[in-house]
Structures are given as structure tokens and as C-alpha cells.
Nanobody
Framework: QVQLVESGGGLVQAGGSLRLSCAAS????????MGWYRQAPGKERELVAA???????HYADSVKGRFTISRDNAENTLYLQMSSLEPEDTAMFYC????????????????WGQGTQVTVSS
């Protein structure tokens, strides 16, 4: 099993920045690609960004140029640097991991964290 624990969420004003972290533990060897998802009230969970074990990245159009996903494989930690935050970014952010090279679809992710809330005020 794999455990994922997110941190770094909070309340920030529009235009501000936050960095989310996700610490992975357990059967780390089963993890390949990782990603960040978000879910706003009344909306479906959506992919924000994904990263392969070799560093290849994929971003949702809505966050390109504002968010950066990265990972430290030695520390088993995933990051999401968020800048120029907008009220529309308000959501619960989830860390996820899968066991294939790159995961884009929700169904491909096997492991999920409990989430960290990001609230952007206008």
C-alpha cells in the first residue's frame, strides 16, 4: 500500500502564491507517475497537473503558466507551486499516484491522499 499526505493549503488573496507538498510512504516502488487533482464544491474532480517518474509534465490549460509540478524522488515528495492564484482556483487539492509511466485519466490513479483545501479570496 501507498500513503499520500498533502500539506501546504490555506487561504490566500488573489494574485498570491502557495506551494503544496505531498509526502509518499509505504510501497514507494509501486509508484510511477504522480499528479495533482482538484475538486470544487458541486464540480467534478479535475486533473491539474501530472508528472512522470522521469520528469515529463502535463498541465490543464487553466493552470499553464501559473502552476508548476515537480517531484523529489529521493525524498518521495511531490510539489505543486501555484502562482497568480485566482478565486476560481478555490478547491480541495488531492495528490494521487499511479503505477504506469504517465497518468492523465482519473481512473488510472490507484492511490489518493485526503486532500488539502486551497481558498483564494478576491
Amino acid at each position: 500500500q501507498v500513503q499520500l499526505v498533502e500539506s501546504g493549503g490555506g487561504l490566500v488573496q488573489a494574485g498570491g502564491s502557495l506551494r503544496l507538498s505531498c509526502a509518499a510512504s509505504g510501497n514507494i516502488a509501486s509508484i510511477n507517475a504522480m499528479g495533482w487533482y482538484r475538486q470544487a464544491p458541486g464540480k467534478e474532480r479535475e486533473l491539474v497537473a501530472a508528472i512522470s517518474s522521469t520528469g515529463r509534465t502535463h498541465y490543464a490549460d487553466s493552470v499553464k503558466g501559473r502552476f508548476t509540478i515537480s517531484r523529489d524522488n529521493a525524498e518521495n515528495t511531490l510539489y505543486l507551486q501555484m502562482s497568480s492564484l485566482e478565486p476560481e482556483d478555490t478547491a480541495m487539492f488531492y495528490c494521487a499516484a499511479c503505477d504506469i509511466l504517465m497518468c492523465i485519466r482519473l481512473s488510472e490513479y490507484r492511490y489518493w491522499g485526503q486532500g488539502t483545501q486551497v481558498t483564494v479570496s478576491s
